[in-house]
């Protein structure tokens, strides 16, 4: 989901994400790039701790022993 946004963004000349960690990976800038990489991370753990969560909550047949 991450790289098709960034794909849309780069396309498209949206400023977000995307441009910016193309023209920093490009440029070298080594700690903007960290930072996206490691907010893009936490996001997605976050996002798949609150999905399984969200499952346990609505699904029966799920059980947490």
Excluded: C, K, Q
């Amino acid at each position: 989901m991450l790289s098709g946004s960034l794909l849309v963004e780069v396309i498209t000349g949206w400023p977000g994400l995307g441009p910016l960690l193309l023209e920093s990976s490009m440029s070298r800038d080594l700690y903007v790039v960290i930072g996206i990489v490691m907010s893009s991370t936490l996001f997605m753990i976050f996002g798949s701790l609150l999905a399984d969560l969200m499952l346990v909550v609505a699904d029966p047949r799920v059980r947490v022993e």
